[in-house]
């Protein structure tokens, strides 16, 4: 069982950056695919980049890609997202998420555990 706890959130300005993070609960989070994922009011919750075990790969939602990056911390077991060049559209709920199998990026992948999520809001 793994928890994943979300941080970081908040209000910024369009242009501006923010730093989410996903702290996981105990020792095991290296063995686990990454991901984040956001869902803004009225959409569909959709892909934003996901991470292997070895943060080796990457991979991006074009929407985000060259603004948006994702690293992970094995050692503190927490995945960061960090986001640039804000836009309003980016503003929504930020979720990540925990997988055991193999790589898998995009929306439509399993992932065994999610957090609760981060509220980013960017005003214009």
């Known amino acids: 069982q793994v928890q994943l706890v979300e941080s970081g959130g908040g209000l910024v300005q369009a242009g501006g950056s923010l730093r989410v993070s996903c702290a996981g609960s105990g020792r095991s989070l290296p063995s686990y695919n990454m991901a984040w994922f956001r869902q803004a009011p009225g959409k569909e919750r959709e892909f934003v980049a996901s991470i292997s075990r070895s943060g080796g790969r990457t991979d991006y939602a074009d929407s985000v890609k060259g603004r948006f990056t994702i690293s992970r911390d094995n050692a503190k077991t927490t995945v960061f997202l960090q986001m640039n060049s804000l836009k309003p559209e980016d503003t929504a709920i930020y979720y990540c998420?925990?997988?055991?199998?193999?790589?898998?990026?995009?929306?439509?992948?399993?992932?065994?555990?999610w957090g609760q999520g981060t509220q980013v809001t960017v005003s214009s």
């Open positions: 998420a925990a997988s055991r199998l193999g790589y898998c990026s995009g929306d439509g992948c399993p992932y065994d555990y």
